[in-house]
C-alpha cells in the first residue's frame, strides 16, 4: 500500500514552507506516480483477476447445478450448488436454490436450514419467507408457519399466498386433531379421509404418514401402505415402525423376502421390537408348518398332512398370494381320506379366491369324480382345457369322465346285486341267489307288478353280466354290451315259463294274457 511504501522510503531533509510551496506540482505529481505503480503492481493485479476468477467460477457451477436441476439431476445438482456456497458462502441466493433442489429431494429439514440462512442474510427476502412457511407446514410445524406467514401480512397485508396460507394451517390444525381421535377409537373407514386431508396439506408429517400407513393396513390396501411407509422411511431410514409397515406391505404384495429384510432391519435398530419379532415367528412357523404338510402328504399320512395345512392356513387365514395353496393342500389330503364333500367344499373356497387356478379345478374335479358326480367333474375339467389348452393329460381326464358319464346312463349292474366292484365270482353269486329267491315269482310275498318283472329282469342281466369275465371286463371299461333280453320278453301278459340263471323255473303270469 502507499502507507507501506512511505514507511520504507528514505525521509528527505526537513524542508522549508517555501520550498513546499516551489515545489508542490512536483511533489504531487511523484506522489500519484508512486500510487499508480501500486495499483497496477503484479501483486494488486493478481487479487483483482483472482476474485474475477472466482466470480466466473461459482457463476459456471450455478449456471450447471440450474442446468442439472431442470434435468431432474438432483444430487448432482445439489452437489454444484454446495460447492459454489463454500466458494461464495454471504451469497443468500445460492442458499435459496438449494433449498429448491433440497424440497426436490423431499429432504424438508436440510431445505428449511437452508431458508434460515437466507433469511438470516436477507430478512426482507419474502419469496424465502413464503417458502419456509410452506415448507413448516409440511411437516406439521403448524405454529412455525403461522408466524412466518404473519411476518410477511406485515410487510405486505394482501398477499394472497400468506393468507391462504394461514388458512391452510388452521384446517391442519382442526383435521390433524380429528385424525388423532379416530385413530385412537380404531376407526379406519372414518379417519381414512381425514389422514388423506391432512397430508394433502401436509405431506412430510410423519405422525400422519404411519397413521394413514397402519389404517392402510387394516383395510388391507397394501399399496397405499407401501407408499406411506416409503414415505416415512425416505426422511428417517432407520424409523422402526416405518420398517415394519413397509416389510407388511411387501410380504402381502408378494416379496416375502424383502419383508423379512424389513423385519429383520427393525430389530437391529430396535431388538425388543415385538411387531417384527411376532412377524418373523409366525413366518418361521409358517414354512415348517407348510413343509411338513408337503412331506406328509407325499409319504400317503393324510390325516398328519391335513392337521399340518390346518396350522399353517390358521398363520396365514387371508393371503390371497399365500392362502390358496394351503386350502388347496387341505382340499388335496381331504380328497385322500375320502371325504370328498369336504374336499370338493374346500377346493370351491379356492376357486372363489382365485378364479384362474387350474389345480383347484383339477383337484375338485377329481374329487367329484370319486363322488361319481360325473357331470360336475366334466364342467371342471372343461375348466382345466380352456385355460391350458396344450396340456393333454386334462384331455384325458375330460375323456375319461365323459366315458364315467355314458356308464352311468347305464344300469349299474354292481348296484343291481348290492355288490362292490372288486367283488369276486363268488360274491356275485351268492348275492344273485339272494335276490333271486326274494323276487322269484313263486315266493315274492308283495305285490306283483309290472315293476316286480321288470326288476327280476335286471337281477338275473346284472348275474349274466357280472358273472362272466369277458362281459364283465367290457362293461367295467365302457364298452358297449350287446342288449340283453334275458330270459324274458315283453308281452301282454307278462309270461315266465323258462330257467333262469342259477337253475331256477318259475312261472310268473301278471293276468291280460291267453
Same mark, same amino acid.
Given at each position: ?61 450455478? !449456471? ?75 411437516? %406439521? ?12 401480512? !406485515? ?91 413397509? %416389510? ?12 423379512? !429384510? ?75 381320506? %375320502? ?9 370351491? !373356497? ?152 342259477? %337253475? ?11
Amino acid at each position: 500500500s502507499l502507507r507501506f511504501f512511505l514507511s520504507v522510503v528514505p525521509h528527505p531533509p526537513p524542508i522549508s514552507s517555501k520550498m513546499v510551496l516551489m515545489h508542490t506540482p512536483l511533489f504531487v505529481l511523484c506522489v500519484l506516480c508512486v500510487a499508480a505503480s501500486l495499483v497496477f503492481s503484479p501483486f494488486v493485479v493478481g487479487q483483482q483477476q483472482d476474485a474475477e476468477s472466482g466470480n466466473a467460477a461459482v457463476e459456471t457451477l450455478v !449456471k450447471r447445478a440450474d442446468v442439472l436441476m431442470k434435468a431432474g439431476a438432483l444430487e448432482q445438482a445439489l452437489e454444484s450448488y454446495t460447492r459454489a456456497i463454500e466458494m461464495d458462502s454471504s451469497n443468500y441466493n445460492l442458499y435459496y436454490k438449494r433449498a429448491a433442489a433440497y424440497l426436490a429431494r423431499s429432504k424438508s429439514m436440510f431445505a428449511i436450514a437452508d431458508l434460515n440462512k437466507v433469511l438470516e442474510i436477507n430478512p426482507t427476502f419474502v419469496q424465502a419467507r413464503l417458502r419456509r412457511a410452506k415448507t413448516f407446514l409440511s411437516v %406439521g410445524r403448524a405454529d412455525d408457519a403461522k408466524k412466518d406467514y404473519d411476518a410477511v401480512l !406485515k410487510v405486505k397485508a394482501d398477499e394472497q399466498e400468506a393468507i391462504q396460507g394461514k388458512e391452510s394451517v388452521k384446517q391442519y390444525n382442526r383435521n390433524m386433531e380429528r385424525a388423532e381421535d379416530l385413530f385412537a377409537a380404531k376407526n379406519y373407514p372414518e379417519v381414512m379421509p381425514v389422514l388423506t386431508t391432512v397430508l394433502d396439506l401436509a405431506p412430510d408429517v410423519k405422525e400422519a404418514r404411519l397413521m394413514r400407513a397402519q389404517t392402510a393396513l387394516q383395510m388391507r390396501d397394501f399399496n397405499l401402505v407401501l407408499e406411506d411407509a416409503t414415505a416415512v422411511l425416505k426422511q428417517h431410514s432407520s424409523h422402526v415402525l416405518g420398517l415394519f409397515l413397509r %416389510g407388511q406391505a411387501l410380504y402381502h404384495l408378494g416379496d416375502r423376502e424383502a419383508a423379512i !429384510k424389513h423385519y429383520t432391519q427393525a430389530l437391529k435398530y430396535e431388538p425388543d421390537d415385538s411387531r417384527s419379532k411376532k412377524e418373523l415367528q409366525r413366518l418361521q412357523d409358517l414354512d415348517a408348518a407348510q413343509a411338513n404338510a408337503v412331506r406328509l402328504l407325499s409319504q400317503g399320512k393324510a390325516q398328519d398332512a391335513l392337521a399340518q395345512y390346518q396350522i399353517a392356513h390358521d398363520l396365514e387365514p387371508a393371503n390371497p398370494l399365500v392362502t390358496p395353496g394351503l386350502i388347496l393342500g387341505k382340499c388335496k389330503a381331504l380328497s385322500k381320506l %375320502g371325504k370328498h364333500a369336504e374336499a370338493i367344499a374346500e377346493c370351491t !373356497k379356492v376357486i372363489e379366491m382365485d378364479a384362474d387356478n387350474v389345480d383347484a379345478y383339477q383337484t375338485r374335479a377329481d374329487a367329484h369324480m370319486e363322488a361319481e358326480d360325473f357331470d360336475r367333474a366334466i364342467a371342471d375339467y372343461n375348466k382345466c382345457v380352456e385355460k391350458q389348452p396344450q396340456n393333454n393329460s386334462f384331455r384325458q381326464s375330460l375323456h375319461e369322465a365323459q366315458k364315467k358319464q355314458k356308464m352311468a346312463a347305464r344300469k349299474d349292474w354292481y348296484k343291481v346285486l348290492g355288490v362292490k366292484k372288486d367283488a369276486t365270482p363268488h360274491e356275485i353269486k351268492k348275492a344273485y341267489r339272494a335276490l333271486a329267491r326274494e323276487y322269484h315269482p313263486d315266493t315274492y310275498k308283495g305285490e306283483r307288478t309290472p315293476e316286480i318283472e321288470a326288476k327280476f329282469h335286471d337281477i338275473n342281466n346284472a348275474y349274466e353280466t357280472l358273472f362272466d369275465e369277458e362281459k364283465r371286463r367290457k362293461f367295467d371299461s365302457g364298452e358297449d354290451l350287446q342288449p340283453q333280453q334275458g330270459p324274458f320278453h315283453h308281452g301282454g301278459g307278462f309270461p315266465f315259463g323258462a330257467g333262469g340263471p342259477g %337253475g331256477f323255473t318259475f312261472n310268473f303270469n301278471f293276468g291280460g294274457g291267453g
